[in-house]
């Protein structure tokens, strides 16, 4: 008999932590684990019962899912599912933590008899792997969880800007990992602004520049960085993410720009000069001194 090839979501699930902990911790926590996720996905309307039952990994699983809601499954499932994590820690110890690296990516998954497999599936579990995934995750303390979605994924179904996805905390980071180069994800930890942890990572937005990804995701630079705290503001900088007058990269330099596209929706007719802090010829005129102090 010929194995049957369907398209399915793929849902991918890790424990944190799981190997540190003795046998009858990792034997209740997995029980809590499909607890969970099995009450997640009834509350959010996703019906996981009708196709094939989850693939255990040890410490977690994959679930492929047919038919499904993405929408749901990226914005209410995660949502649902991290107020569960939450509210499990707040009646257990360090020891008993349960908190999850998930991944969501889609594409075509073989069963061959003894098992599934595919190149996506492969995909998939690489991603819910990836060390910025892990960071963020255990950057963001007040979070249950920490999504990682595939450059697919995200074009297909995050940047449509849905309210329930929240599509503007999620950030892009490099995917690479063993056959898988040069490819992207995009994370999210559900509770912050942006993931925690992860420096200098990108949005959708100002740039209209693309770059594609093995996996055919493809991702939009940004104008600048997201802060890698979450939202958490530094000391001296402003709530409108501008770095105070006299400070940044570009402190006290001048830049004319004529017939240019700025942040992908403003162009400017003529001659321009943008400045970065204070002129030290202009606040000598105004102090009525020469600039030099005399």
């Known amino acids: 008999m010929k194995p049957k090839t369907q398209v399915y979501s793929i849902l991918v699930v890790d424990i944190e932590r799981f190997g540190r902990r003795a046998n009858p911790v990792q034997l209740w926590l997995r029980e809590r684990m499909y607890e969970i996720v099995g009450k997640a996905f009834s509350e959010s309307g996703i019906d996981a019962e009708s196709g094939p039952k989850p693939s255990d990994r040890g410490d977690g699983f994959f679930w492929l899912l047919s038919g499904t809601d993405r929408t749901a499954l990226t914005g209410r499932f995660v949502e649902v599912l991290d107020q569960k994590l939450r509210a499990h820690a707040r009646t257990s110890n360090e020891e008993g933590a349960l908190r999850l690296r998930v991944a969501l990516h889609q594409g075509d998954v073989t069963d061959d008899g003894p098992g599934w497999v595919g190149e996506e599936l ?173």
């Open 122 to 294: 492969n995909t998939a579990c690489r991603l819910v792997d990836i060390e910025p995934l892990r960071t963020a995750l255990a950057s963001g303390p007040r979070a249950g969880l920490a999504l990682a979605v595939s450059g697919d994924w995200h074009r297909q179904v995050v940047r449509h800007e849905d309210s329930s996805v929240a599509s503007d905390t999620f950030r892009c980071v490099p995917f690479d990992a063993k056959e898988i180069q040069g490819a992207q994800a995009w994370i999210r930890v559900p509770g912050y602004d942006a993931p925690p942890g992860i420096p200098g990572t990108r949005t959708e937005g100002a740039s209209r520049g693309a770059a594609t990804g093995r996996d055919g995701g493809t991702t939009r630079a940004d104008g600048g960085a997201a802060r890698g705290d979450g939202g958490t503001r530094g000391e001296g900088e402003r709530g409108d993410g501008a770095a105070p007058a006299g400070q940044g990269p570009f402190a006290g330099a001048r830049f004319d720009r004529v017939n240019q596209v700025f942040g992908g929706d403003q162009i400017v007719h003529g001659g321009q000069t943008f400045r970065w802090g204070s002129d030290p010829e202009e606040s000598a005129a105004r102090d009525g001194g020469d600039g030099n102090g005399a």
